[in-house]
């Protein structure tokens, strides 16, 4: 785990960039030559004590400006109400009454980008290279290619991207690709004081769920487990639940998240079938002009319109 | 019929001294009408095919860049709108089926040889003009109510996530079949000589009325004998 290394004081180069691209919208790239070991958030719910502060260091470390609307309360602790292009990640909180133990539960769950291995939001995306995803899992938006169509918005199974109407680009949790890229775990992780949220090398981070998950289990949680669903390949951001049998007890995290398919057929059948049909009635068009010819009007048929019309001049 | 619309003038045209007979098929405001329908939906089909598919991406810099195309899309969107729904006020009535209308889809083959003689009688509009029409008049406003739901810039709040995800993929089908229907349209006019002048100089020939829509033809010359002042020059 990176987290507790302090940053190194001389200049760094990036440990990964454009060459480790395996995803890339609109376009179709060759592999890249190396695979790192695929890095991985994890969000441990039953640690989290609701202080916001991976919300404050987000902000602070993507220098995001806080745009929200001051003096309104909506009666919950969820501030601001929902994530916006400033807020890429939002602790979300849930007062559910255990209907087994009878005991009021207060789930908290670190909202944003899961960075999926099958990114709903890549696939939907038109502009070439607006989002990428690299060999260690992290999934980007490259704002200078954005076009502001919104249609990562429709492709993402967790409601994650939110439009900005100032800049017109899309935005959401970049994993910190920034400071990954020099050996540093994300600004919410490193902000974390309970270690709630933990970042490394998937195995790591697997093994550390574990762990923490027996512990779970012997605390009487019999349904603790790790959410990393397998609708969207597994993702680089997992949580530890307590109720892991419930994922949408959680703010409505979904059970088992897909690519709606809705938005495969879109990017998919209609993509090629479309083409197809338009591409097949312009070469028939093509074709029967090669073999019928154009159906001219004869001299014979002006005459016919002459008679016709002086007849009745007549 | 008004009489702007279908002049019968008979002798020298204006231009040559043949064809002998002209016939009025669209006024000044009709045409202007179509070519403002045909800018709005060429550059409809560019920009919206530059976002269907990663391989006409590169059609963007014809407006330029990817923005201003998310940008300009819809708005062109409502001026095809306005200009349809000009163009279906006028014409839906020349467009209601017929009898005939079956007879002369039944004789495709013939249509597709060109032979006019085999088929019934025609008049201001054939089965497949009408078809066309109607194909438009479906999904003109199909396409501008799922674009309403995926403008996001304006419309996000009116709308849900899936219902967005219905829309952008009827938006998607509707825009193939309008593009297809547009190739019909476009290649028939190109293929029936004499047929592109009616939209451009507003008037077709005696022979091209006499050829393609004989009926429409005969009405117009029974009608101009019972018009006080025929047009004949």
């Given at each position: 785990m990176t987290?507790?290394v302090?940053?190194?004081?001389?200049?760094t180069?990036?440990?990964?960039?454009?060459?480790d691209?395996?995803?890339?919208?609109a376009?179709?790239?060759?592999?890249p030559?190396?695979q790192?070991?695929p890095?991985?958030?994890?969000?441990?719910?039953s640690?989290?004590?609701?202080?916001?502060?991976?919300?404050?260091?987000?902000?602070?470390w993507?220098?995001?400006?806080?745009?929200?609307e001051?003096?309104?309360?909506v009666?919950v602790y969820e501030?601001?109400?929902?994530?916006?292009p400033?807020?890429?990640?939002?602790?979300?909180?849930?007062?559910?009454?255990?209907?087994?133990?009878?005991?009021?539960?207060?789930?908290i769950r670190?909202?944003?980008?899961?960075h999926?291995?099958?990114p709903?939001?890549?696939k939907a995306?038109p502009?070439?290279?607006?989002?990428v995803q690299?060999?260690?899992?992290?999934v980007?938006?490259?704002?200078?290619?954005?076009?502001g169509?919104?249609?990562?918005?429709?492709?993402?199974?967790?409601n994650i991207?939110?439009?900005?109407n100032?800049?017109?680009?899309a935005?959401?949790c970049?994993?910190c690709?920034d400071?990954?890229?020099?050996g540093?775990?994300?600004a919410?992780?490193?902000?974390?004081?309970?270690?709630a949220?933990?970042?490394?090398?998937?195995?790591?981070?697997?093994?550390?769920?574990?762990?923490?998950?027996?512990d779970?289990?012997?605390?009487g949680?019999?349904?603790?487990?790790?959410y990393?669903?397998?609708?969207?390949?597994?993702?680089?951001?997992?949580?530890?639940?307590?109720?892991a049998?419930?994922?949408?007890l959680?703010?409505?995290?979904?059970?088992?998240?897909?690519?709606?398919?809705?938005?495969e057929?879109?990017k998919?059948m209609?993509?090629?079938?479309?083409?197809?049909?338009?591409g097949?009635?312009?070469a028939?068009?093509?074709?029967h002009?090669?073999?019928?010819?154009?159906?001219?009007?004869?001299?014979?048929?002006?005459?016919?319109?002459?008679?016709?019309t002086?007849?009745?001049a007549? | 019929?008004?009489g702007?619309?279908?002049?019968?003038?008979?002798?020298?045209?204006?231009?040559?001294?043949?064809?002998?007979v002209?016939v009025g098929?669209?006024?000044v405001?009709?045409?202007?009408?179509h070519?403002?329908?045909a800018?709005?939906f060429?550059?409809?089909a560019?920009?919206?095919?530059?976002l269907?598919?990663p391989s006409f991406f590169?059609?963007?810099?014809l407006?330029?860049?990817?923005?201003t195309t998310?940008?300009?899309?819809?708005?062109?969107?409502?001026?095809?709108?306005?200009a349809?729904?000009?163009?279906f006020?006028?014409?839906?009535?020349?467009?209601?089926?017929?009898?005939?209308?079956?007879?002369?889809?039944?004789g495709?083959r013939a249509?597709?040889?060109?032979?006019?003689?085999?088929?019934?009688?025609?008049g201001?509009y054939?089965?497949?003009?009408?078809?066309?029409?109607?194909a438009?008049?479906?999904l003109v406003?199909g396409?501008?109510l799922?674009?309403?739901?995926?403008?996001?810039?304006y419309?996000?709040?009116?709308?849900?996530?899936?219902?967005?995800?219905?829309?952008?993929?009827a938006h998607a089908?509707?825009?193939i079949?309008?593009?297809?229907v547009?190739?019909?349209?476009?290649?028939?006019?190109?293929?029936?000589?004499?047929?592109?002048?009616a939209?451009?100089?507003?008037?077709?020939?005696?022979?091209?009325?006499?050829?393609?829509h004989?009926?429409?033809?005969?009405?117009?010359?029974?009608?101009?004998r019972?018009r006080p002042?025929?047009?004949?020059?």
């Open positions: 987290i507790s302090n940053p190194p004081v001389t200049a180069p990036p440990g990964f960039g454009a060459q691209m395996v995803r890339r919208s376009s179709s790239i060759p592999p030559a190396r790192p070991e890095v991985t958030k994890l969000i441990d719910v640690k989290c004590i609701g202080c916001k502060a991976c919300q404050v260091a987000c902000l602070e993507n220098d995001l400006q806080h745009d929200e001051i003096g309104v309360n009666g501030n601001p109400h929902d994530l916006t400033n807020t890429w990640t939002l602790m979300r909180f849930t007062e559910w009454v255990n209907p087994d133990t009878d005991n009021l539960e207060w789930l670190k909202d944003g980008c899961m999926c291995a099958d709903g939001c890549l995306c502009s070439p290279g607006a989002i690299y060999s260690n899992g992290i980007d938006f490259d704002h200078e290619k954005c076009i169509c919104g249609y990562c918005v429709k492709g993402c199974p967790f991207p939110r439009i900005s100032v800049t017109h680009r935005y959401k970049s994993l690709s400071r990954v890229a020099v540093q775990g994300p919410c992780a490193k902000a974390c004081p309970t270690k949220i933990v970042f490394g090398t998937r195995s790591d981070m697997e093994k550390h769920a574990a762990g923490r998950i027996t779970l289990k012997s605390r949680f019999d349904k603790a487990g790790l990393n669903p397998p609708g969207v390949g597994g993702t680089h951001v997992m949580y530890v639940l307590h109720h049998d419930r994922p949408h959680y703010a409505g995290l979904p059970d088992n998240p897909r690519i709606s398919p809705l938005v057929i879109w998919g209609a993509k090629y079938a479309g083409l197809a049909v338009m097949l009635t312009a028939f068009g093509f074709l002009h090669v073999v019928a010819g154009a159906n001219r009007v004869t001299e014979h048929d002006e005459e016919e319109a002459e008679r016709l002086e007849d009745r007549a | 019929m008004s702007s619309e279908a002049d019968l003038r008979i002798g020298p045209a204006t231009d040559d001294a043949h064809p002998r002209t098929r669209y006024s405001f009709t045409r202007v009408n070519w403002i329908l800018l709005s060429v550059l409809l560019l920009s919206g095919l530059a269907f598919h590169g059609l963007t810099v407006f330029g860049g990817g923005q998310r940008w300009l899309h819809p708005m062109i969107g409502v001026v095809l709108l306005l349809w729904i000009v163009m006020v006028r014409y839906a009535r020349f467009n209601l089926p017929e009898n005939t209308d079956f007879a002369w889809l039944k495709v249509v597709l040889r060109g032979d006019d003689d085999a088929l019934p009688e025609v201001r054939n089965a497949g003009q009408k078809l066309v029409f109607w438009f008049t479906l406003p396409l501008f799922t674009g309403l739901v995926i403008w996001d810039e419309f996000y709040d009116w709308t849900s996530i899936p219902q967005k995800r219905v829309a952008v993929l089908l509707f825009a079949g309008m593009i297809t547009w190739i019909v349209h476009a290649y028939a006019a190109i293929w029936v000589r004499g047929t592109i002048r939209m451009t100089r507003g008037y077709v020939t005696g022979g091209w009325a006499f050829r393609h004989r009926k429409w033809l005969r009405e117009l010359v029974a009608g101009r019972s002042s025929p047009r004949v020059g």
